[in-house]
């Protein structure tokens, strides 16, 4: 018996083709609703391929992080930029993962754990570990919605820690993958329109894991450290080394402005940008390509002790050629961060201060006084450029043909 699946097509010039063994190739074009049997033990060596007109195909944007390392925070700046809240799905799973908003439907690929909560004790692998993921239902599902056509995506249940009924997810303008592998397997990191990878250095990742689960989770020290170390073999094999991949990375380090600090409160933040990415041009300093050095506190910004200094220039990450800005400090206030903002080029605003206003719409979030939630905000800035401009090059390109 084969198993069904009913997919629902974005684009009504959806163009869609089934291969079998028995019936070489068909064709087809859609309309509206199709049904096709999915490929499965029963139905071997069924291939389907469906894409919506290139025009309409979704932007797929990757953000991959440790956990607790900032994911929502950013996907919350990410989201507003694009001037709509993010809900999780209406009248679905209360413990659903997804966030979806008029322009951008935000999954979190926890929900690719092929192996629940009992299920990687009983192996003794932890959730970073590839073989506790599903890497070939990641690769059709994502691929599917790039194409125009809705899933059947699982649930990770965190509160349970158990794998709940699927939940549909229709093609969006925008789909954020957010999680600890977007960029892991070749077949996913190829579907990617963008990259982000936040990279938060291990004094500040547990600093912020103390905030978080001590203060508010009331977990004590020794289980945090215990928490963190279990996990490290395998962040440092499967989850790092993603950052490579990334078209941006946002590194979180310990301030170098108060010596031997580390409370790490203060922040060394630096926006790590690719040079030759398609549609994105990395923001500058004053000068684009120069080395720079600039202390900001004078007549126009207010700052306390330690101060606040960024730097600028060309470095090379990975073998990349990338444009590096870095801002270590903290703002005391945010209205003023207006003189920092019309110093930098490249910004991809629409309005003269647009990046000052998303910081003060969001002065509560967390990392919002210092160059964390200010390089999340451009990045998010970038992103509406990106996705407009893919969308203006589709329009005025001609439509091409759907490729079985
Ligand atoms: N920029 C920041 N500055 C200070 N603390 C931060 C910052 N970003 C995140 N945090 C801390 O880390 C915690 C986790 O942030 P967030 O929920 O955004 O991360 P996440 O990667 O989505 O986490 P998870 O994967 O566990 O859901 C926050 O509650 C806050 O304590
Ligand atoms: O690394 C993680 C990503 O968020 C989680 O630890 C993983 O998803 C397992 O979740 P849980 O601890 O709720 O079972």
Not at 99 to 114: A, E, G, K
Not at 228 to 249: L, N, S, T, W
Not at 362 to 373: C, E, K, V
């Given at each position: ?25 068909l ?6 609703v ?160 963008f990259?982000?990878?936040l ?24 289980s945090?450290k ?44 630096r ?41 600028y ?36 605003s ?46 005025g ?8």
């Amino acid at each position: 018996m084969a198993v069904c699946t009913v997919y629902t097509a974005q684009s009504l010039n959806s163009s869609c083709s089934i291969s079998t063994p028995s019936k070489s190739h068909l064709r087809f074009h859609q309309k509206q609703v199709i049904f096709f049997t999915k490929r499965s033990r029963n139905t071997r060596n069924h291939v389907i391929t469906c894409s919506a007109s290139d025009a309409e195909k979704t932007v797929v944007i990757g953000l991959a992080a440790d956990s607790g390392c900032g994911k929502s925070t950013f996907m919350r700046r990410l989201t507003s930029v694009f001037g709509g809240a993010a809900e999780p799905p209406k009248g679905g799973n209360p413990d659903s993962n997804t966030l979806i908003s008029d322009m951008t439907t935000v999954i979190c690929l926890d929900d690719y754990h092929s192996l629940d909560r009992t299920g990687r004790k009983e192996k003794g692998v932890t959730a970073l570990d590839p073989r506790a993921n599903d890497f070939d239902l990641m690769y059709e599902q994502v691929k599917a919605i790039k194409d125009g056509v809705a899933v059947d995506k699982p649930i990770y249940n965190h509160v349970s820690g158990l794998l709940d009924p699927p939940e549909v997810i229709k093609p969006p303008k925008i789909l954020v993958i957010e999680g600890l592998h977007p960029m892991y397997d070749e077949r996913v990191r190829d579907l990617l329109d963008f990259s982000i990878y936040l990279d938060i250095s291990n004094e500040v990742k547990f600093a912020w894991k103390i905030q978080r689960d001590m203060a508010e989770r009331g977990h004590s020290l020794e289980s945090i450290k215990a928490s963190i170390e279990a996990r490290k073999p395998d962040f440092d094999a499967y989850i790092d080394p993603q950052k490579q991949y990334a078209d941006a990375v946002i590194e979180v380090l310990p301030t170098q402005l108060i010596p031997d600090d580390n409370e790490g409160k203060v922040l060394r933040v630096r926006l790590i940008m690719k040079e030759g990415v398609k549609n994105f041009n990395p923001v500058y300093l004053f000068d684009e390509g120069s080395t720079i050095s600039w202390i900001p506190c004078g007549r126009k910004l207010t700052c306390s002790y330690p101060g606040i200094k960024f730097t600028y220039g060309p470095d090379t990450y990975f073998g990349n050629e990338v444009s590096v800005l870095e801002m270590d400090g903290q703002f005391d206030r945010l209205d003023e961060l207006i003189y920092v903002e019309s110093h930098l080029s490249n910004l991809s605003s629409k309005f003269y201060g647009e990046v000052t206003q998303q910081m003060l719409k969001h002065a509560d979030f967390p990392g919002s006084n210092n160059g964390t939630g200010f390089f999340q905000t451009i990045v998010g800035l970038k992103i509406r450029d990106l996705y407009e401009q893919i969308v203006a090059s589709r329009a005025g390109a001609p439509v091409t043909a759907a490729k079985a």
